[in-house]
Structures are given as C-alpha cells and as structure tokens.
C-alpha cells in the first residue's frame, strides 16, 4: 500500500456537484448542478445526503432530492454503485478530497449505464442477481437438520475460497465490461405482470452472465458439496451468454472493489467449459442427460 | 394439509434463516426487504460468532459455560431459558454453516479456527476473515435463493413494511407493505408473519449501524400494540472513526496491539499531533487505570473517553468530538503484518494512513439489546420447548419477532460475537414453532375478510396521501432526524443523568409535533425516498421515547446502562470487621436493588397521549442465580466472600424445601 499523498491544504468552501437526473424509465436525462458547503472528510454519500436536506439547485431552484441507493457505508453491501467522474465505484469510499484532487471544479454523479435506471442514480439490478440462480450459486445441502460438521478443509482452500467469497454483487465488473450490455424492457400493452416478468427473465435468461456469476460458479464448483452441481454450472456457462461471450478484455478485474481475481475465475471457467464439451461430444449430449438423470 | 404461507419481514441473518427453515418445512414464504437480503445491515458484522468448540471443551468449556458467560456479560438481565437453548444450539449452528459453505478461516489440520472475544477465557469465536457477518449473510442468502428457484419463496425487495393487519379478535394475520419504487401498497395475508428487522441505530443520527437500521418496523408494530422491552440498553462501542455519514467500527485489536489513547493537554491545540510533546499530552487511560491502561474493558473505555470530551472539554477537535488513538511508535512492519486490514478502512474512508498519523476516534452506538418482547415456553430441562407456537411470538397473536429486534437474548449488554448466534438460532428454531401455530388456526391466509385487508391497505394509504399533499407545515424531515440524534446522542447513550433524560423528553416531545408536520421536497409517486424517509423518522419517535422514560425511570446501574448518580460505591473501610460490615451491607443493597430493577422494562405504546407506557416484568432468573459483577471494585474479594456464603445458604434452603413440601 502506497502511502496517501498529503490534501491540499487550502479547501473551497463550496463544491459544485454535477448530477445526471432521470425521473423515470424511458424518460429523458438531464443534468443538474448542486453546491454545497464543504467539510472535511466527506465521501459522495455524505455529499447526496447534504442534496436531499437541501435539494436547491445552484440557481436557487427547489427540486426533488436525489434518488439514490446505498446501505452499510463501508463498502460491504454493494448498494451504492455509480459512477464518478467517469469511473465506476462505490460512492461511499469515494472520498471528495480525492476527487477534487483530481477534479477541483465539479464532482460529476452518474447512474450505472449497463442497467436500467429506475430514477435519478438508482438503478434495477435484478439481472445480476438473476445470473447467480443461472450458475446455482449455492450448495445443494441434504436439509437445515444437524447433520454434524462439513467436510475439513485444507487452509489452501480455505484462502482460495474466501476472495472470491467476498462478491458483493456491486456490478462495478459488469459496467467496465465491453461485453455486458443493457437490457432494458417496457412492459406492453395487455402484458399482465407476471408475463412481463416471464419476458424479462427469458431475456436475463440468454444474455451474457457476467464475471462475477463465471466467479461464483467457479467458487461453488471446488466446494466439497458445492461440486455435486458442477456439470449444471458448467452447463450454464456454455449455453448462450456463457464464458464464451467474454472477448478477455479485463476491464472487469481491475475494477472490481474487493479486488476479486475475476480473470483467473474467468480462465478456469474457460478450460473446464472446453474439458466438458469435449466431453460432451465423446459420450453424445443426449445419452449424458439420460445418465444423470438416472445417477 | 392446507398449504400454508408466511410472511417474513427482513432479510438479514435472522430472516433468511427462518425463511429457508420454513421453505424446509413446506411453507411458502413471502420474503419483504427494504433492500435485496443480501445487503442487508448483517455484512457489517466482522468479528465473528460464538459457540462452545471441541478445543475449548477439553480447557473445561462446555455450554452451561457460554450460557453463564452470555448471561453475566447481559448483567442477568437476559432471559435464561432461551439463552441456555441458544448455547446449547450454537456447536450445531456453526456446524450448518459449514455445511453451507462459509469460508470459516481453518488450522493446519483443516479444522475452524477459533479466536478469543470479550467476556470469556475460552477461545470459542469462529471467524471468516475480517467479514464474518457478509460470509454467513451470504451462506442463508444462497439457500434462499435456491428455494426461490423452486418456487418456496417470493422476494420483495425494495418494498417498505407499514404494518401488520390484525382481525377483529387482534390476530396477526399478515401486513401491508409499500413497494418503494411505484409506490404501491397492497396487503400480505398470511397465516403468521415475522420481524426480523434489525436494530434501531438511526435513532442515534449516525452509529456503526447500516441506513436501513431505522426501527421503523418494530416501532410499526408497536404502535399496532405489540410490547417493547428494554429500550433503554443500547451499547456502545469505545472505537469508532467518526464520519460524516457514519461511525465505523474501528477494532479493539487496535489497542489489543499497543494503540495508545491520548488527547492533548491544552483544549483544542491547534498543532499537529506529532508536534505535540510527551509532556504535552495525557494518556488519559493509562493515568487514571494504571494497571489495565488501554486495555481497559469496552464500557469503561467507553465512558473515559465520553468524558474527556464532554465534561473535560478536551476533544482533539473543536466542532467535533474525538480522541487520538496512535499507533506511530509501533514499527510500520509490525502494523502491516497484525493490523493490515483495519488500517486499511481508516486509510480508505478517512484518506489518511495510521501509521504515520494518529487516528481520530470516539464512542458510536452499535447495537440495541431492546426490542420487540417475544414469548417463549420452557421446557423440563430450563430451555425452550421446540416447536411450540409461542417461541419468539409478540403479544400479537401470529406476530413473530427474531434477531435483533427481538429483547431477551442479550440483557442488559451484549456479549461480542454472540449477536449472529442470537440471530441465527432464533431464525432457525421458529420454524416449527410457525408450522404448528399455523397448523391449529381456524382461518389461514386464504380466508382472510376482503374488508379486513381494505381496512389495512386504506389506512396506510391515508397516511401516504397526508403526508404527500403536507399539512400546511414546513419542517424539513432530514433537519428533524439530525436533530433527533444529537438529543439522543447527548443524554442516552453513554453517560445517563436524570436531569438531561428529562430535559430530552421534552425535546423529543417537541421534535414529534414537528415531525408530524413534515413538508416533503418531492410530492410524487415514483420511486419517492423522501416521503419513505418521512415516515421513518416519524415513527422513530416512539421509540426514542420509549428509550428516554426507560432509562430516565431506571435509577440504576446495570450493563450498558450508566447512572453515575446509582453507582455502587467501593468499600472505604480498612479495618478488617468493618471492611466486612461493609461487604454485607453492600450485598444488602445489592439485593434491595435486585428486587426493584432485575426486571425488563416493558413499554406499551399510547396512541392518545402519544406517549410509551412503562411497566416491568420479571426476568426468568431460574438457572443462574444473579451475582454482582464486581470489575474494578475496590474491595470486591470481602463482596464475594459475602455474596458466596449468602448463596451456599440460599441453595441449601432451596435443596430443603422439597422434602418439607
Ligand atoms: C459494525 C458492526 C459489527 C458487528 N460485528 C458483530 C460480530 O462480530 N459478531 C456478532 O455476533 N454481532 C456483530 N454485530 C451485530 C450483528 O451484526 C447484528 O446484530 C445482526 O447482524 C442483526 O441481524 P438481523 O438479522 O437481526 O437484522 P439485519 O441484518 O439488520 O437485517 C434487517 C432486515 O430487515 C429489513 N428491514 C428493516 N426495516 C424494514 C422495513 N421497514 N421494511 C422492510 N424491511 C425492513 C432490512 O432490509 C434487512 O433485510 C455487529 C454490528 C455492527 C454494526
Ligand atoms: S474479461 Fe470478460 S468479463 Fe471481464 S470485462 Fe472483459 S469481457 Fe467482460
Ligand atoms: S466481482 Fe467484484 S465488481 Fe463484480 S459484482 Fe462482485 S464485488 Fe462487484
Ligand atoms: S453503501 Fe454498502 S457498498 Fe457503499
């Protein structure tokens, strides 16, 4: 860890605040321009809470607050995604003495372009939840019964285990990346809810996953218990939207906030697709089904 | 067997387990979050989770132990049986989360490791890395998703709870909840329903607790008439770097690795720390506890650094309060190879590195050991009955409260790492308790009168509209909830004076007039955070209310609750007959006390006066008898040599009784 350059010493006594606003799905965005008094040690979030207390614009205008999203304000829930003077990240460890560093003129708040905004910074993560029932990201236990202990596990797969355990489910991975793009669905006229729903899903259901659900599948995958679904997760990962739709172009990894390593999980999920295939295509893809059926 | 549906309100440890535990049991389960589960307020917990383990068992652990150990550290305000049940039931906890996967961080060989918490000499604390609580969030997260798969359970998340319905007879029989992004309200018949909701650390502004810790659904269903006990036991946790969003836990290790505790001598010097001279600094704690030094125990750390910025007036800074917390003298090496990870957040969210600068630190509130009061049936052996429908149920009947929010687990101070446990267990046992309840109703969800549910829907839509088209009045909801919590910050967190509690009352009386006379900057429906957070902070109130009369009646000290003016005073006597004199009127006054305040305080709410009506209950004492706690006391060897012959006779007496009967 590189020791933090020492702030300036001479801090404005206002920042201004760039916000890109949208009052609801489908509807036209637009920029707004906040000021608000300056404190020392303020992160973006305490930066919208002073908006929502004030929601006046620079030119005195009255407006509604600012629609955001966030939760644990320590960068463990994930809820607080956006993005920030161009970049996507947390908001609540994105610190405005270090924005301002490198923008001393505005701080500029956008919402998450790979999903669909909801209103204002708040956007519908579902899909990406969705994703992690696509790969099962869970372990198939018997029962909730005491059943004694699990497994032992060596401390090797302990230590491998628990990086990638940490996924918050941010999306920061799936906004960088070149191959996620946005779907976004209205409902139509005469659609109940429940189609609607059942449209949606099918959609989520066929576009790329995302590297942190490639992560969790392969998480799942070296568990003791976890495994007894591998062949399913690698199933799902080499249907339409698998690993093969990502184009290896990194973004993901180097902005992931918990630092996950997403390429490894990537290449790993890549060679054991192509071991699976392979073998798919020995035994015939419709005998495998039969066999498992009948294991 | 007719199909049954449950409602569980709150998605953190405490609700996912039940609602796995219930999808289990065949029930389906309508699932409703503020947020999705998995960013529930439980990812914050670090530390990690109790129970009794092979290795600790061998040293001379056993259950009982951890069950003595939680309800002394609770200053036996703890209720017992569900506590012994708990203990019993933590080995097999762990045990299902590591069968679910949890990266519990392992020895050598393969097994969990296990660190030691306050509070106990045994190493009972299972861990995974610095984020326990997100890998066990995570684990119950997963299940629940996978019962989701199967069509068990349906998520509304992002969906605010307003209220539980209850029939002409009071019967709980599901609740109406509003999705906060079209802001529809509609109704969740259910057969029960359960709260699981957290705790209530906004009522303190800013606290170690996530946004989402509001108590706005336990104050809901207060105000619907379910009970509220001890209200008044918060804890606080010596170590927080304050911010200006949130208080964040800063780790006792800190300490634990030779972090000294200073403020400068002169208010407010305006130098840099590291410009101040030795001479020119008090290591307050190190002075005035030359023994322990910074070591000292949590609340008394607590209290020593409250007081050296509010009565003392010696906080680092002047429009804020806190203390240095300096690690510079320990070897930069050292510091990365023991504290890497807790330096870290400071340096991510304070932007400045604390090894080469002091750390600015002071109290924060961090969790409420009050809550909604919850039922329980004991069993032959002193713990709980399973599966009986009372376990965990409110005095609305088919209203269920776990987690946090419920009251009796952790008394008057909760023992570290025993909230997941808490959380965990109570999730998991409630689900045969629901299954039977809901197996002898006579009318299930289905039944339920269209004009009951209209009744409901229409009366939190009233409210919705009101507050909406504004009363006329102008008060600014978010200037309200700051104000809120600097009158609660002030007087009831860690020093408690009758004079300042009084003087609360009266402004959070005012503050509830004003509340109720919000004008909303977003008169919407669409995705409307402003009118949600309205209706929080009004029904914050309550409770802050609530808390205030408790303590202000409580003329006591016991755990986390501190009266200055109530402390039992050390002996004086030198002499070894009247040393002993002492001692015996000590216990006396001890017991005299015992009688008074060895009670839950419980709270009904008055919706005429708009005012909390205080009244005690006895706490199920049964299995340990109470012993004073006698840290740092002087003279405490003559209390316990007292206190011990007081109770060899009390259970001979006792093992008499029986025979004369
Ligand atoms: C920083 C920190 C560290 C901690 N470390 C430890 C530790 O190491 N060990 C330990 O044992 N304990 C620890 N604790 C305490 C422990 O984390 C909590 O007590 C526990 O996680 C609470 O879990 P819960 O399930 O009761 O509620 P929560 O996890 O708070 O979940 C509450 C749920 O209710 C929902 N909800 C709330 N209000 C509403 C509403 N109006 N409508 C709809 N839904 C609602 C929320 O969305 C959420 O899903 C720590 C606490 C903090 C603050
Ligand atoms: S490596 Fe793959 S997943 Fe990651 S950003 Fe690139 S294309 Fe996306
Ligand atoms: S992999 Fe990293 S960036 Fe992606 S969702 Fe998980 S935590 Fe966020
Ligand atoms: S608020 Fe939880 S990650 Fe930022």
């Known amino acids: 860890m590189i020791a933090p350059a020492p702030l300036k010493q001479n801090q404005p006594s206002q920042i201004r605040v760039r916000v890109l606003r949208q009052d609801g799905p489908g509807q036209d965005p637009y920029w707004q321009l906040f000021d608000i008094d300056y404190e020392r040690e303020m992160n973006v979030i305490s930066v919208l809470q002073k908006i929502a207390a004030k929601a006046t614009t620079v030119d005195g205008k009255k407006v509604s607050p600012v629609a955001w999203d966030c939760g644990c304000l320590e960068e463990v829930c994930g809820s607080c995604t956006m993005v920030i003077n161009g970049r996507v990240r947390q908001s609540c460890s994105a610190l405005v003495d270090r924005l301002l560093q490198d923008n001393p003129d505005e701080i500029v708040l956008q919402p998450m372009t790979k999903f669909p905004v909801v209103r204002d910074l708040l956007i519908d993560r579902q899909r990406l939840f969705n994703s992690l029932k696509r790969v099962k990201a869970w372990v198939p236990v018997d029962s909730y019964y005491n059943l004694g202990p699990g497994e032992r596990l060596p401390r090797v797969d302990q230590e491998r285990a628990y990086p990638l355990s940490q996924c918050m489910s941010c999306g920061c991975c799936l906004e960088a990346c070149p191959q996620f793009n946005k779907i976004e669905l209205t409902q139509e006229a005469g659609e109940t809810q429940e189609q609607f729903e059942a449209r949606k899903q099918a959609a989520y259901d066929t576009a790329f996953i995302g590297a942190h659900a490639i992560s969790q599948a392969m998480l799942f995958n070296q568990h003791p218990t976890g495994k007894a679904l591998a062949g399913e997760r690698l199933d799902a990962l080499m249907g339409p939207g698998g690993v093969a739709t990502c184009g290896n172009a990194q973004n993901c990894v180097a902005v992931c906030p918990k630092e996950i390593p997403l390429t490894t999980s990537i290449a790993r999920a890549g060679r054991a697709t192509t071991v699976a295939a392979i073998k798919n295509w020995f035994e015939g893809s419709g005998e495998k089904k039969e066999q498992r059926v009948g294991e | ?60 652990d056993s259950e009982w132990k951890h069950f003595d150990d939680t309800v002394y550290g609770g200053d036996f305000l703890n209720h017992q049986p569900p506590c012994k049940e708990m203990a019993f039931w933590a080995p097999k906890v762990i045990d299902l989360m590591d069968r679910l996967g949890v990266p519990f961080n392992r020895t050598g060989e393969g097994f969990i490791d296990r660190r030691r918490f306050g509070g106990t000499l045994y190493k009972r604390t299972a861990f995974a890395g610095a984020t326990t609580g997100q890998q066990l969030l995570y684990a119950l997260d997963e299940q629940v998703r996978r019962q989701e798969s199967e069509g068990m359970v349906k998520k509304y998340e992002f969906w605010d709870f307003l209220g539980p319905i209850q029939d002409e007879t009071g019967r709980c029989r599901g609740v109406v909840a509003q999705d906060m992004v079209s802001m529809e309200i509609r109704a969740f018949p ?62 006792e290790s800190a300490r634990g690795e030779g972090g000294r505790v200073w403020v400068p001598r002169k208010p407010h010097d305006s130098r840099s720390p590291k410009e101040i001279p030795q001479a020119d600094r008090s290591y ?34 002047t429009d804020r309060m806190c203390v240095y917390l300096d690690l510079t003298h320990i070897p930069k090496a050292e510091l990365d190879r023991k504290l890497g990870g807790i330096l870290e957040i400071y340096e991510k969210f304070q932007g400045v590195d604390p090894r080469f600068e002091p750390m600015k630190i002071f109290p924060a509130v961090h969790y409420s050991m009050g809550g909604l009061w919850a039922d329980y049936v004991k069993s032959a052996d002193g713990g709980l009955l399973p599966g009986a429908p009372r376990n965990q149920m409110t005095n609305i009947e088919g209203l269920y409260a776990i987690g946090e929010c419920d009251y009796h687990y952790h008394g008057a101070n909760r023992l570290g790492a025993n909230s997941l446990l808490s959380c965990i267990f109570s999730g998991l046992f409630i689900g045969p308790s629901i299954t039977n309840y809901a197996a002898n109703q006579k009318g299930g969800h289905a039944e339920l009168p269209s004009s009951v549910i209209d009744a409901s829907v229409a009366s939190q839509q009233r409210r919705h509209a009101q507050l909406l088209k504004g009363s006329g009045g102008d008060e600014n909801p978010y200037l309200i909830h700051q104000e809120l919590g600097d009158v609660m910050t002030r007087s009831a967190t860690v020093v408690r004076r009758n004079d300042q509690l009084r003087e609360a009352i009266a402004q959070v009386d005012d503050l509830h007039q004003r509340a109720l006379r919000v004008s909303l900057s977003d008169g919407g429906n669409w995705t409307n955070q402003n009118v949600i957070f309205a209706k929080a902070v009004q029904d914050m109130i309550p409770v802050a209310k609530t808390l205030l009369h408790g303590a202000l009646q409580r003329d006591e000290c016991r755990g986390a609750h501190y009266k200055p003016a109530f402390e039992k005073p050390s002996l004086t006597a030198e002499e070894p007959g009247e040393r002993r004199r002492q001692a015996e009127q000590w216990c006396d006054e001890f017991e005299a006390n015992n009688r008074r305040f060895l009670k839950s305080t419980i709270a009904v709410w008055d919706s005429n006066s708009n005012q909390p009506q205080i009244s005690y209950e006895d706490v199920d004492t049964s299995l340990i008898p109470p012993r004073p706690r006698l840290y740092g006391l002087v003279g405490a060897d003559v209390i316990e040599e007292v206190w011990k012959e007081r109770a060899a006779a009390r259970a001979e007496q006792k093992a008499a009784q029986p025979a004369t009967a």
């Open chain 2, 1 to 60: 067997m007719a199909q049954h549906r449950v409602v569980v309100v709150g998605g953190g440890l405490a609700g996912l387990a039940a609602t796995m535990k219930l999808a289990e049991l065949g029930v389906k389960v309508d699932l409703i979050s503020l947020t999705p589960v998995k960013r529930s307020h439980s990812v914050c917990a670090q530390g990690g989770i109790n129970s009794c383990n092979d290795q600790t068992r061998q040293l001379g």
């Open chain 2, 284 to 317: 307050f704690l190190e002075e005035r506890y030359p023994k322990y030094g910074n070591l000292v125990p949590r609340d008394i750390a607590t209290r020593e650094i409250f007081d050296i910025c509010v009565n003392e007036g010696l906080s680092v800074e």
């Open chain 2, 190 to 251: 259910a057969d029960a329903a359960v709260v699981a909701t957290g705790g209530n650390g906004l009522l303190f502004g800013k606290s170690t607790m996530s946004v989402f810790c509001t108590g706005s659904a336990a104050s809901r269903c207060f105000q619907a008439g379910a009970k509220f006990g001890n209200g008044e036991f918060i804890q606080v946790h010596p170590t927080a770097i304050p911010g200006a969003d949130k208080l964040r836990l800063m780790s």
